[in-house]
Every structure is written in structure tokens, then in C-alpha cells.
């Protein structure tokens, strides 16, 4: 892992078995490779350690979003195509 | 001469046009986003106009606010800058249809120089050395697998619609190349608004040596030497110098004949860069015409002695040249980039507000840039902060300007590059000029992408 995805994993444990994911910078947030393609997840889906979550834009540079670990997305806070600051809620995950 | 022209741009490449127009009397009218409201290249030109929202898709690529702003202002010429819509023909052929001077070569020549798949046809059989890749663009995940196996992996996606290393993914394997094949296309519509991509050989640790080109209505064509532009991060230049400490003075012919061609081949209009790959063995191959000003155009302008924007800006006017003769460059420039990114972050972008800002000068320096003290750095636009230049008789005593300016150059709390360029300007192997475009790597160890 590196030092970037370590900050963008920031884990801020509400509880043993729920995971924040918070912007590691400020940045666009995008939940879909491209505009015409599905989006990375949905609530309710499971998902792996490091398995890809969205994309964030700063500076004309996208930047994948990763799990931080393996579980079930049960809330996804930030709004596609929307600005987000640094530190500002993405995705919430039910630790398995 | 035109008497007032647009900027189509934002950032230093804005100031930079707009400080030539006023040397030339002309006057100049800025555009600008929503996010750029704050930005110094408004404050620099006689008039300014906003033209959308911060998404640049929407401001710094919608042409037609852009045209609007035009006729508002009666602004006869529009100087594209570098990205955004510099070298898109259609806007070119817009621009002309509308009756306004385009600051650029001819829209034709955007067009051959723009699709990467039709100047290397057209290079090829101009006799110009070129590099293996796709017949055509690939347009999903599959047609670059087919390619990719005919080519033989590694293999790199690129933009077919623009330069500036967007949307390069190195692939090492069709897993790889499945992967990256979407992201790529974002970066690429998000920087050109052309998602096409096509795929390339890649080559391991070459050389990136490129000619500035001038050429006039007429044909006549010259070349101003050459930029080395070989040290690079994510396949964008970091530092460049000019001349290259790489070419023999055999190659330096070989290769400025073969930038001479190259233009001539396509009609080639107004300034220009050829690009070419050197490998370990002094092969060069073509690798794009960027026809546009490029970013690293100081260093050319310091050792020739040469405007290269009123260059452009004559030529464009149609004002009779004849003075296109070659130069003698003098001594040796380098520009070192100076990004909002952390290098020890994998040059993750940073943004913020620049609350430190002390500025270097002294002999030898210029400084192309459009930060102040209290500058908020939008999210939106790239991380390109500034341009430093340093130039002296030689080369030491050019990596020496240089190093003494990066130790007077402040900006905090914003992390920048000047740090890497330090550490770059006091590398044996830099100074012995003995280096390829794997150079950074060992100078910031490439953190591993899972």
C-alpha cells in the first residue's frame, strides 16, 4: 500500500465492523469509469480489499478509490460528479 | 498586425501571450471560468470575459462562449495557448469560418497532426523513422487487445486526439490493459474532449528530444535546435534543456533535417514541435507533431534569442516574414516544472492556497508563472505552477543558476516539486547529462499500483 492510499483509506472506525472513506485531498468524485458505464458499486454490494470504488479528479489527474477492506457498502455519502473536499465522507463499509 | 486578441487559455501560458501582445501594442482580452475568477491572467489583459462554469468542458472547451466573447469584444485573433483547444481544428476552422485569425498553424494541419495514427502514416512515407503501433484507434477493450497482441505487450495506450502525456497507461498485459483501458478514456475526454485512444510499442528508457519548428505561408521552414525533454514523471516532462547534452552534432543534423521533413510533409504552418524517441543506440523515431506552443518554449526563446508568441503572432497576422533564417542558439537553458504535486506521494496532486509565496530572480532566471501570495489553487485546472528557467554559457553554470534558485523559490504549504528538482540538479548523473526517461525513478523510488 502506498502512502497516498494509506491517507485515502484513511480509517476513521466509527465501531469494530463499519469503515469510513474519506477524500484523501479535495477533488471530483466520479462512481463510474466512464459517463456510459455502470457505476464501481451500489449499496449493498460486497466488495474485496483494494477492489476499486470510484474515481477521484484533482488537478486533471483521476485517482482510484480503494476498499480499504473486505465488506458490504452500506452507505455511499458522496454525490456522483460532485466536487468534494479534502476529508469529506465517500463511502461507508460493514466490515466482513 | 491584429489590434486585439483573445486568450483562450488560463494559467501562465495566458500571462505569458498577453505580456507579447502588449510588447506588440495589441490589446488582449482574457477569458476565464468560474474558478478562475481570482486568477492573474485577468488582471494582466486589457479586458475579461467569463465564459462558464469550472469544469472546463464547459469554459476552457466550450468554443462557443468562447466565440462569444470574441465578438463581444471585438477581438480579431484568438492564440489558443497549449491544451485545451489548441489543437483542435474544428475550433481552428471555427475561428476562421468567423472571421477571426487563428493564432496556430492552418486547421489541415491539426487535423493530420492531431490523429496520431494519420501523421505516422504520413511521416513513414515522408521517409521519417516511426514507431510500430495500431492501424487505427482503438475504439473498446477488445480492438486494443487485438492490437496489443499483433504489437506484442508491453505496449502503451495514448490520446490519438492530444499530447502532454494524458492518458498514457504503460500495459504490461491484457489484465493490465483492461484495466486501465476506461481510465484512460476519462483522462483523455476530460483533458482533449476526444476519448480515442490508440496503442503503441513501448519503448524502455529512451530519450525525448524534440525541434522547434517555424515555417511560414510559403513553405519555408526552419528548425530552432532542439529541447531535451527526456526527464518526466507519468510520461510529463519535468525538466528540460536546451540544447540536449545527449545529441552529437551528427544527430543533431540527422534529426533537425528529419523535424525540417517532417513539417514540410504535412504543409506545416506558424511554430511547431517534432517530437522523436532517442533509443539506447542513437535510433530516433517520430513520435508526434505538437502543433501548438509547447510548455517548454522558454528555453528555445532564451538560448535563440527568440519570441516564440510573436513569432507566432506575425506569422498568423500574415505579416511578411522573410526572416526566417536560421539562428545560432547561445549557451544552455534549462526549465525545471514546478507542479502543486507531492513527489513523495507518488506526485499526487496538491491543492490549496498558496500562503507562502517569495518568488527567485537574479542573472540568468526567468520565472513564467501566474501564482501570487493568497492564491487558491482550483481543483479543476492542472497542477503546473511555474516555469523556471535558468540559462548561462554552459551547462554547469546553467544547473547552477538553477540550484540557487530552487533554494531562493518559497511556496508553502502547497508541497511542489521544487524539493525533486533539488535533488535532481545535484544527481552525478544529471550533471554528467547521462540519463533516460526511466531517470526519476531512481531519484523517487515508483511506489507499487495494485
Same mark, same amino acid.
Given at each position: 500500500m502506498n502512502r497516498l492510499e494509506e491517507r485515502t483509506l484513511r480509517e476513521i472506525e466509527k465501531d469494530n465492523d463499519r469503515k469510513e472513506v474519506r477524500a484523501p485531498m479535495s477533488g471530483i468524485f466520479y462512481r463510474? =469509469?466512464? =459517463?456510459d458505464q455502470p457505476p464501481y458499486v451500489e449499496i449493498g454490494d460486497i466488495v474485496k480489499k483494494k477492489q476499486v470504488l470510484a474515481l477521484l479528479e484533482t488537478m486533471k489527474v483521476f485517482q482510484k478509490v480503494k476498499s480499504p477492506a473486505a465488506g458490504k457498502i452500506v452507505e455511499i455519502a458522496a454525490v456522483n460528479e460532485t466536487a468534494l473536499k479534502d476529508e469529506e465522507l465517500m463511502f461507508v463499509i460493514e466490515v466482513e | 498586425m491584429f489590434s486585439k486578441i483573445l486568450i483562450a487559455n488560463r494559467g501562465e501560458i495566458a500571462l505569458r501571450i498577453a505580456r507579447s501582445c502588449r510588447e506588440l501594442g495589441i490589446k488582449t482580452v482574457a477569458v476565464y471560468s468560474e474558478a478562475d475568477r481570482a486568477s492573474l491572467h485577468l488582471k494582466l489583459a486589457d479586458e475579461s470575459v467569463c465564459i462558464g462554469p469550472p469544469d472546463s468542458r464547459k469554459s476552457y472547451l466550450n468554443a462557443e462562449n468562447i466565440f462569444k466573447a470574441a465578438h463581444e469584444t471585438g477581438a480579431e485573433a484568438i492564440h489558443p495557448g497549449y491544451g485545451y483547444l489548441a489543437e483542435s481544428h474544428t475550433f481552428a476552422l471555427a475561428c476562421l469560418d468567423q472571421g477571426f485569425g487563428f493564432i496556430g498553424p492552418t486547421p489541415q494541419n491539426l487535423k493530420i497532426a492531431g490523429d496520431k495514427i494519420v501523421a505516422r502514416e504520413m511521416m513513414e512515407n515522408a521517409g521519417v523513422p516511426v514507431i510500430l503501433g495500431s492501424s487505427g484507434p482503438v475504439g473498446s477493450i477488445g480492438e486494443a487487445r487485438i492490437e496489443s497482441e499483433r504489437i506484442g505487450y508491453p505496449v502503451m495506450l495514448k490520446s490519438a486526439g492530444g499530447g %502532454? %502525456? #494524458? %492518458?498514457i497507461r504503460v500495459c504490461e498485459n491484457a489484465d493490465a490493459l483492461a484495466e486501465e483501458f476506461p481510465i484512460a478514456g476519462m483522462e483523455v475526454r476530460a483533458s482533449f474532449g476526444n476519448g480515442e485512444l490508440y496503442v503503441e510499442k513501448f519503448i524502455a528508457d529512451p530519450r525525448h528530444i524534440e525541434f522547434q519548428i517555424l515555417a511560414d505561408r510559403d513553405g519555408n521552414t526552419i528548425h530552432l535546435g532542439e529541447r531535451?525533454?527526456?526527464?518526466? #514523471?507519468r510520461f510529463q516532462k519535468l525538466i528540460e534543456e536546451s540544447p540536449s547534452p545527449f545529441l552529437t552534432s551528427r544527430l543533431r543534423e540527422q534529426m533537425g533535417n528529419a523535424a525540417v521533413t517532417a513539417a514540410r510533409a504535412i504543409h506545416y504552418f506558424n511554430a511547431g514541435t517534432v517530437e522523436f524517441l532517442v533509443d539506447g543506440n542513437e535510433n530516433f523515431y517520430f513520435m508526434e507533431m505538437n502543433a501548438r506552443i509547447q510548455v517548454e518554449h522558454p528555453i528555445t526563446e532564451v538560448t535563440m534569442g527568440l519570441d516564440l508568441v510573436k513569432e507566432q503572432i506575425r506569422l498568423a497576422s500574415g505579416e511578411v516574414h522573410g526572416s526566417l533564417s536560421p539562428l545560432e542558439p547561445r549557451g544552455w537553458a534549462i526549465e525545471c516544472r514546478i507542479n502543486a504535486e507531492d513527489p513523495e506521494r507518488n506526485f499526487a496532486p496538491c491543492p490549496g492556497t498558496i500562503k507562502e509565496y517569495h518568488p527567485p530572480g537574479g542573472f540568468g532566471v526567468r520565472l513564467d508563472t501566474h501564482l501570487y501570495q493568497g492564491y487558491e489553487l482550483p481543483i479543476y485546472y492542472d497542477s503546473l505552477l511555474a516555469k523556471l528557467i535558468s540559462h548561462d554559457r554552459t551547462r554547469e553554470g546553467a544547473i547552477k543558476i538553477m540550484k540557487r534558485t530552487l533554494e531562493e523559490f518559497r511556496i508553502g504549504p502547497v508541497k511542489t516539486t521544487i524539493p525533486l528538482h533539488l535533488k535532481i540538479m545535484d544527481d552525478p548523473d544529471f550533471q554528467a547529462g547521462n540519463f533516460h526517461t526511466g531517470f526519476i525513478k531512481k531519484i523517487v523510488p515508483e511506489e507499487e499500483e495494485d
Open positions: 463510474s =469509469p466512464a =459517463p | %502532454g %502525456g #494524458r %492518458g531535451e525533454c527526456t526527464i518526466q #514523471r
